[in-house]
């Protein structure tokens, strides 16, 4: 690998070579100055190839309408296109605001019901069940069982039992 100062060094020299004009040998030669005001040639083109270069030149009414059209669409698409992402972001912010806030109620809901299941006694309420307001467990005869009900509830209309 070369040292900075090598690179320094034979950048010095390539710089001095490269200013250098000396000639070796006896005579100079002298630039064919007949070159320099000569008209450089032309290439002869065919016939097809200058129609081409001439059509190129110009455009017509149609290309640049189709042009335009071509560019309105693509507008058109991309405009679309950047209000659906700003559309999705906004309702992905929407969404996660919403999760939050269910998630708010769930938590609040849990902590509810843990502090009523917490303070319910469950033996004191048959104890006041039973003692003061005298209910007391099913007989028998009492318990009625419907089977394919549907409903949340079941009304009695018949008081016979």
Request: without cysteine.
């Given at each position: 690998m070369a040292t900075e100062f090598e690179r320094n060094r034979n950048r010095v020299n390539r710089t001095a070579y490269e200013r250098s004009a000396y000639v070796y040998?006896?005579?100079?030669?002298?630039?064919?100055?007949?070159?320099?005001?000569?008209?450089?040639?032309?290439?002869?083109?065919?016939?097809?190839?200058?129609?081409n270069r001439e059509k190129a030149k110009y455009m017509s009414f149609g290309y640049i309408a189709f042009l335009l059209m071509a560019?309105?669409?693509?507008?058109?698409?991309?405009?679309?296109?950047i209000r659906l992402n700003a559309d999705i972001t906004t309702l992905n912010a929407e969404i996660a605001r919403q999760e939050k806030i269910l998630n708010t109620m769930?938590?609040?809901?849990?902590?509810?019901?843990?502090?009523?299941?917490?303070?319910?006694?469950?033996?004191?309420?048959?104890?006041?069940?039973?003692?003061?307001?005298?209910?007391?467990?099913?007989?028998?005869?009492?318990?009625?069982?419907y089977a394919g009900v549907d409903y949340d509830y079941v009304r009695k209309v018949d008081e016979s039992n």
């Open positions: 040998g006896n005579t100079v030669t002298k630039p064919d100055v007949r070159r320099q005001f000569e008209e450089p040639q032309k290439k002869v083109l065919s016939n097809s190839a200058r129609k560019f309105s669409v693509a507008a058109v698409v991309l405009i679309g296109y769930r938590m609040e809901n849990a902590e509810a019901l843990s502090r009523i299941e917490s303070s319910i006694d469950i033996e004191e309420v048959k104890r006041v069940a039973i003692t003061e307001l005298g209910m007391t467990y099913p007989k028998e005869g009492q318990i009625v069982s």
